[in-house]
């Protein structure tokens, strides 16, 4: 099997995460599919493959020399819920001639949209019929992980340390890294490969919270409400307008943190927002919550003690802090990309990966590109030669120095 007929092999197999769900994996789809990749690791060669109670897939491909660090490579199975993943119809665009390619049910991948297309003029692009996701994130991953055991495995020339595999469920509504057994994984430092184009490497990112505010309104016939009604759904949207106008997702980039408005519903009596918190600063991000639950103390002070209630918690923290004592490890990468011929480029996710709780946790983990695109919605695609050359660059970076 090629590593684009395990890619398509496994796009076609639903896997999407739920937030709303108590159960670790968060839902069944993706307990199917960490069976299929465990099989599929076992049909190599990786001899130990298993899946445990969590839905994590783990796998190890012995050192054949030695005096060499133990090196993990982590990708997630599950893929975003808020866009359909199945039926999956996927196909093959090849020798791209840098039009518009037309994916069906109204959607077209327009490279005067998606300005990265004009590099991958030439090349073969994995596209849908524009009615699901790809799943790109990350299934462009994990089939290059597998691809490289594959590698490895059959061409025991290739001289390397203890190689460990991880495939987490729960990424996408960040639980990935919660249940990774690192001491049983048993790797010194690894690498999540759920990135976007070839060259990126990444290790710094969002620090990140989350925080709902349920706001309790008074209820009264509209006909005699003056002086009486509190309407919990225009308090609701009173506190949405205290927040910085401009520090939005939709008004910011590059190092530029945000508050997201992610979930709003409610009426007269009860209504609730859902926010994501957002900085790669952590003295601005610490900030960012005092000004959030500042506007909850103003709506209190306006309405009554008691009308807006909140609930915050941190998600997860800014990998750089731990990554820059171990450069050593993002540069091992570097000199990976570069002996691919290809150029590498450090940019700061803005978002979140598994490798930010993992490096917290104590095991390095930056993140590196997938030739995947567009993620998270119907024009997502991924570039086959993109995918191949990473697959080079992953044998580079676990072979021996």
Request: glycine share 10%; with cysteine.
């Amino acid at each position: 099997m090629t590593l684009i007929e395990r890619f398509l092999k496994y796009v076609n197999i639903p896997s999407a995460s739920n937030a709303g769900s108590d159960t670790i994996p968060s839902t069944p789809e993706q307990l199917a599919l960490a069976k299929v990749l465990a099989d599929d690791l076992l049909a190599i060669g990786v001899k130990d493959a298993r899946v445990d109670e969590f839905g994590y897939v783990y796998g190890s491909i012995p050192a054949n020399c030695e005096g060499q660090p133990s090196i993990g490579l982590i990708a997630h199975l599950d893929v975003v819920d808020d866009v359909p993943c199945a039926p999956m119809n996927a196909r093959v665009v090849k020798n791209y001639d840098g039009g518009a390619i037309e994916l069906g049910h109204g959607y077209t991948l327009d490279p005067a949209e998606f300005g990265r297309l004009k590099a991958l003029v030439g090349k073969d692009l994995i596209v849908t019929d524009g009615s699901t996701i790809l799943g790109a994130d990350d299934k462009a991953g994990v089939a290059e992980i597998i691809e490289l055991a594959h590698r490895l495995l059959t061409h025991p020339e290739i001289r390397h340390g203890d190689v460990k595999i991880a495939f987490t469920p729960d990424e996408e509504i960040g639980g990935g890294a919660e249940k990774l057994d690192i001491k049983a994984f048993g790797a010194d430092f690894a690498y999540t490969v759920d990135g976007g184009e070839l060259g990126g490497l990444e290790y710094e990112n969002f620090n990140a919270a989350g925080a709902r505010v349920d706001f309790h309104g008074v209820n009264i016939h509209p006909g005699s409400a003056k002086d009486r009604m509190k309407n919990a759904a225009l308090i609701a949207v009173e506190f949405a307008s205290l927040l910085p106008a401009a520090e939005t997702p939709a008004h910011t980039e590059n190092y530029e943190g945000f508050y997201h408005l992610n979930h709003i519903e409610g009426a007269e009596e009860a209504a609730s927002v859902s926010y994501i918190i957002r900085d790669h600063d952590r003295a601005r991000f610490e900030a960012r919550k005092k000004q959030f639950a500042a506007c909850v103390d103003f709506i209190n002070a306006r309405y009554g003690e008691g009308t807006a209630a909140l609930a915050m918690k941190d998600s997860y923290y800014n990998m750089r802090e731990i990554m820059e004592k171990h450069m050593d490890v993002v540069n091992r990468a570097l000199d990976a990309f570069r002996a691919c011929g290809v150029e590498p480029f450090v940019v700061p996710i803005r978002g979140g990966t598994d490798g930010a709780r993992l490096s917290w946790r104590g095991l390095p983990c930056p993140n590196l590109s997938t030739g995947g695109m567009n993620g998270h919605g119907r024009h997502e695609c991924a570039c086959v030669q993109e995918m191949e050359a990473m697959v080079d660059v992953l044998t580079e970076i676990v072979r021996a120095k």
